[in-house]
């Protein structure tokens, strides 16, 4: 991992694409009382989800401890696949949470959570609505067609911790995507593509939630999570197909969150059955 350092290049070399700037992130959130404890500004690495569970472990990281890098070369989604962008490109960024108010039972919610503090973020900072696929995709808008334009993952940090990763595309052009069902915030036409406001924003919608929801014991219902997540999620009310574990496969109406945040899909057997790991596939409107 190679630390952000402004003498390798100008921050105006690339004017499209100009890195973030570590000491007005750190100045914008850091302060007393907040979440968050330290912010760093990595210019590579390959992935900051490990980089940060590793310092986890080893006891080097505070809860707060905020991880970004200009550019992952092993960026990870869900089901270990590969998420790869040019430098400078989008966010890409990494926060150690630790829930100790929280049963762990309920720490499932947390991928969900941060979906909704980043569309909540970047429908304020960007002027874009933000839809949720379950459980972990976010999509935008882009030529009427709803496209992938990020996604999250969450991972244990040890005993105590969970290590949320959050990937954004942000100026990705049409040429750059890594498959044509991919968008950006610039593709979906947002006022604003600045990167230090859009992570400033999506950083604090992120802290307000967590705040919310360890308040309240990590209830979805009193916490307004569940709520909130149900009102945004692109995959409520579709027809899908789950691709779950030991290839079985799942086909019917996704209906609701059930109380643990997992996906309700009714079959046409007339059979209600939750769904708590697998690949969603939207088929169409129910």
Known sequence: ?????????????????????????????????????????????????????????????????????????????????????????GLFFSVLLKPAEVPVARWGWLPLLTGVAVATGLSRAAGVDTALKWPNDLLLTVDGEERKAGGILAERAGTDGVVIGVGINVTLRADELPVPQAGSLALADAISTDRDPLLRAVLRSLEDWYRRWCAAGGDPGASGLQEAYTAGCATLGRVVRAELPGDRSLVGEAVALDGDGRLVIATEQGVQEPVGAGDIVHLRPA
């Open 1 to 89: 991992m190679t630390p952000h350092n402004p003498s390798d290049d100008s921050r105006w070399s690339d004017l499209d694409r100009p890195p973030l700037n570590a000491t007005a992130l750190r100045r914008g959130l850091i302060r007393e009382g907040s979440l968050y404890r330290a912010v760093e500004v990595v210019q590579r690495t390959g992935s900051t989800n490990s980089d940060l569970a590793a310092r986890a472990a080893a006891g080097t990281a505070d809860e707060g401890t905020v991880l970004v890098a200009e550019e992952q070369t092993a960026g990870r989604g869900r089901l270990d696949r590969q998420w790869t962008a040019p430098p400078r490109s």
